[in-house]
């Protein structure tokens, strides 16, 4: 009798999306093997990749089956113009052969020169070790527009102002623009394809409907170098006969929220960027079934108007909508719009459009209130029970012209009131106009707070929860890791984690989603790039967010600290553009993606010869302007540390981390083959090196600088210090932590190695510690204080509110890594990256009584779970087909192992090496496994 084996097979494009397959094969039931899951599913549902304007897309599968020791030995990959032709056989784009390898992600496009609007369907026939051969059901993707000349259509908009718009404000206030036009289809529609670029963002409709769930789109980019397009297939969304296309422009971060009129903003003392008023591009490729084909292309035709129901919208402000103005099937044929304009020509000048291949934002969880409570002033409080980022949606009843005013806020003041210092000077206020009758519903389209409670004012009865909803909004990219232990702080934390996280990603990883600010400050993801990278598939937006780095690297090599750059700020600082050379080596360890160090290798190379060039002294590039931000101050008042005890020197930071980068830059150079470069690295290395340790090392104290943890921590993590000192400089740092009662006393720039540095170098009690305690300075005081996403400053429960987020991630350092590769001990092996190779290497501290934890990896999921008791311990692990895993069992020889319930295997014991400190290290490939180490 034969047994159906299946495959489910992943393809990763150059931009890292997803697009999967299913295998099946048959093969005679054998006890060696077990039967392989099939899925058809993608990234949240998403199976193929419209528009790409890649021309050498890397592809990837996955192999899932309980057969232990699978690898992929050969892979043949098939791509065809048609769906029909790849059916039959003919690969008319690409054929790759067989091809021994085990490389099953990354693998690089190299068939025909592929051209616009080309659909390419494609599958793959993979070999394994055991003599299995499983051919995929095809894939999809499709090509975008690769040429200016593909453009037909024309930016169009609407110039000027109307009297209720306020430009020249500070508060600016613009209304929405709307844009419509008519057009026919007289014959059967084969495919309908929709390009579009709207600026700053848009909402599409057609025949009266919005296409697709993206909200708040395109991505934000740098704006006067490149604008995304996004591409919809819209073939369900026409008719034959009259068509009418609509689109709503908000203003985003294109038109600027604030208006100093050339000056900097009074309170940041940084300029902030308009780049003009709202404008649309969009172009509809039809192709209908005789073979001919049409092009609807947005141009002065179109009729445009202001006087819609959007009267004012502004990410930092709220939007503000009248229903009386509303726009009778405007988006719908026959509407009669004689007093609409005929639309503007706008083009933006000599700007790049590039399709835009990390996910735009969606609404990804529904929340209901949890308590609504009157005030004193006849207003209600919503308290949506977690800190969220989205808006609220409301279902109301009223007279005709009553207004219902929503403010939002993270905590409430007193008993009835919001807390708003902290918001700056973010009004945070939505607004809606009723037009009175029957209940109306309503939400915002352009603009989004951050929020857990919402006072609402302007109600006629007494609301309930089902009265409101709130919509949580962030970046359509998978969860991929889960984690969870025994003890409750440490799963608080990880739950504030992921909800400061998804917060913050909007096509760039923000700083913050409340206040006036809302920006991508480097320095905030040098690190926790890293640790997020454990919870979300965040590699396509870390690429992207790489590449509106690169846009902002001035001509002389310098970068911005803040990227975009919609606040204009370039202090040629270490610390912070550290990211831009940082983040890539995290993509490659955790994703495999090697692409975005070769593409923006001349721009970091630019960057450290500019820093060299221009900051030098005696060796040390010393440029520093933020310092260690953010060290737990010495009273819960204050912003900033006055003692300066704590306070590391800045040419310390700067120099270290010019250090660690050089070193970075060496070794991507030798994996280019630049040999010529990674010499000239390795000597500024090594001039640093000796001028670091002469100008802050202390030989007698074995201490560098003013000896604050951070001070001892990076040249540890650096490999600076040297290696006879090591202890007795740790030594120092155990000291420093001893006299704040053991609790964290470094800032952002030091807290990036805190955890992982205090564990390797012999102090894992101390790490746990940390990570567990429920005082100040520590992550579990604010789970302690009720928070439910990680706060900006360690004391955000009493700080001065001029700077004082309550969702910030940057102060979770490396706390996220730490709970993956020490706790769970699931790891990447730095050669085989992107798990190809597992390394399983887990603490066990006292207290802690089990972990369990999962990371859906580029091979499949990686599942770590231990258990301890008095008597033994348990370990139940997953290592995916096509991996293989080092793992390291506490346990002095083979006869304490159990596995599967059984003495250690023979097989396994030749595989088995004994390690220092009463440990054992065992190779084993894919499978499940079930340890047990008797104590």
């Known amino acids: 009798m034969s047994k159906a084996n299946y495959l489910r097979k992943y393809f990763y494009t150059a931009a890292g999306f997803l697009l999967a397959v299913t295998v099946t094969s048959f093969q005679p039931r054998s006890d060696s093997r077990s039967s392989l899951s099939v899925s058809c599913l993608t990234t949240e549902g998403r199976d193929t990749l419209l528009g790409a304007d890649i021309l050498r897309p890397r592809l990837s599968w996955k192999l899932f089956s309980e057969t232990r020791d699978l690898r992929q030995t050969a892979y ?37 020169l592929l051209s616009s609007y080309q659909h390419c369907y494609w599958k793959v026939k993979v070999w394994t070790n055991d003599g299995m051969a499983a051919v995929s059901k095809p894939a999809y993707w499709s090509m975008g527009l690769l040429q200016a000349t593909d453009w037909k259509a024309e930016w169009i908009g609407l110039k000027g102002f109307e009297e209720r718009d306020e430009p020249e404000s500070t508060f600016t206030r613009l209304a929405a623009r709307y844009l419509r036009k008519e057009f026919s289809t007289k014959k059967n529609i084969r495919e309908a394809m929709a390009y579009i670029s709207g600026m700053g963002l848009y909402e599409l409709y057609l025949n009266g409907k919005k296409v697709g769930l993206d909200v708040l789109s395109p991505g934000v980019t740098e704006y006067n170098k490149k604008l995304f397009y996004n591409t919809y297939d819209v073939t369900s969304y026409l008719q034959e006969g009259l068509n009418c296309v609509g689109v709503i422009l908000g203003n985003g971060r294109f038109f600027g929220m604030r208006n100093y009129h050339g000056k900097p903003d009074p309170l940041t003392g940084i300029p902030q960027v308009n ?91 529904v929340l209901r209130p949890v308590t609504v409570q009157a005030t004193s002033r006849g207003t209600y409080i919503l308290d949506m029970g977690q800190n969220m980022v989205g808006w609220v949606a409301l279902n109301v009843q009223g007279e005709r012209g009553d207004t219902i005013q929503m403010r939002f806020a993270e905590k409430i003041k007193g008993r009835d009131s919001l807390y708003l210092d902290n918001m700056r000077n973010a009004k945070v206020t939505d607004k809606y106009i009723l037009k009175g009758g029957d209940a109306e519903k309503w939400e915002p389209r352009f603009t989004y707070h951050g929020f857990r409670y919402v006072e609402v004012k302007g109600l006629r009865r007494a609301p309930t929860v089902k009265d409101f909803e709130g919509k949580v909004i962030y970046d359509d990219i998978p969860t991929i890791g889960s984690f969870e232990t025994s003890n409750p702080t440490l799963n608080a934390v990880f739950s504030n984690a992921y909800r400061t996280i998804r917060g913050n990603y909007r096509s760039m990883p923000t700083d913050c989603p409340q206040r006036d600010e809302r920006v991508g400050w480097l320095g905030d993801r040098v690190m926790s790039s890293y640790g997020e990278s454990f919870i979300f598939d965040n590699s396509r937006l870390y690429a992207k967010w790489l590449d509106d780095i690169s846009d902002a690297q001035k001509e002389n090599g310098s970068l911005p600290d803040i990227a975009p750059t919609l606040w204009d700020r370039y202090a040629d600082n270490v610390t912070y553009p550290s990211a831009f050379i940082l983040i890539p080596e995290m993509l490659r360890r955790q994703f495999g993606d090697t692409v975005s160090i070769s593409k923006h290798y001349p721009a970091m190379k630019k960057w450290i010869l500019y820093m060299w060039n221009t900051y030098k002294e005696n060796d040390l590039v010393l440029k520093d302007n933020y310092g260690d931000w953010c060290v737990p101050p010495e009273s819960l008042n204050l912003i900033w540390s006055q003692d300066s005890t704590r306070i590391t020197n800045g040419g310390l930071l700067a120099s270290a981390y010019y250090y660690y980068c050089l070193s970075l830059m060496r070794s991507y150079a030798q ?68 006299e704040f009662n053991d609790h964290v006393n470094s800032g952002i720039i030091g807290g990036m190695w805190l955890m992982r540095g205090l564990t390797n170098n012999g102090a894992p009690d101390l790490a746990y510690k940390l990570a567990t305690n429920t005082t100040y300075p520590s992550w579990g005081y604010m789970v302690q204080q009720g928070a439910t996403t990680i706060w900006e400053l360690w004391n955000g429960d009493a700080a001065n509110p001029m700077m004082n987020s309550g969702n910030h991630q940057m102060l979770l350092g490396d706390l996220l890594i730490w709970y993956y590769e020490y706790l769970a001990g699931i790891k990447t092996d730095g050669n085989e990256a992107a798990f190809k190779k597992i390394i399983m290497n887990p603490l066990f501290p006292a207290g802690l009584d089990y972990v369990k934890a999962s990371l859906n990896t580029r091979y499949g999921e990686v599942k770590s779970e231990w258990k301890k008791s008095a008597k033994e311990l348990s370990w139940n692990i997953t290592i995916p087909p096509n991996t293989s895993a080092e793992i390291i069992l506490p346990a002095a020889s083979a006869r304490q192992i159990f596995e599967g319930g059984k003495v250690l295997p023979q097989s396994m014991i030749q595989h088995l090496t004994t390690e220092a400190g009463g440990k054992v290290k065992l190779t084993v490939g894919s499978g499940n496994y079930r340890f047990i180490i008797q104590q």
């Open 76 to 112: 043949r990959i098939w791509i065809a113009r048609s769906k029909e032709a790849l059916e039959e056989g003919k690969a008319d784009i690409w054929d790759s052969g067989k091809t021994e390898s085990e490389n099953s992600i990354n693998v690089v496009y190299n068939g025909k």
């Open 275 to 365: 780049y003009g008023l709202p404008r649309l591009l969009m172009q509809i490729r039809i192709r209908y079934t005789d073979g001919s084909e049409e092009t609807v292309c947005s141009d002065k035709t179109w009729k445009v108007t202001d006087n819609g129901p959007i009267l004012a919208n502004n990410e930092y402000d709220g939007e503000e909508y009248d229903a009386n103005n509303e726009l009778a099937n405007w988006n719908q044929p026959g509407c009669k719009d004689g007093r609409w304009k005929q639309a503007d020509l706008m083009p933006p000048g000599e700007i790049k459009l590039a399709a835009q291949l990390n996910e735009n934002i969606r609404i990804r969880q």
């Open 671 to 738: 994996m280019l083959a630049h040999e010529g470069d990674a010499a000239l690295f390795d000597n500024l290395a090594n001039k640093v090196l000796t001028a670091f340790n002469r100008k802050f090392y202390n030989a007698e104290t074995k201490s560098y600088s003013n000896n604050t943890v951070t001070a001892n921590l990076l040249p540890l993590s650096f490999n600076m210090a040297p290696e006879q000192d090591r202890q007795v400089i740790f030594q120092n740092i155990r000291r420093r932590l001893n």
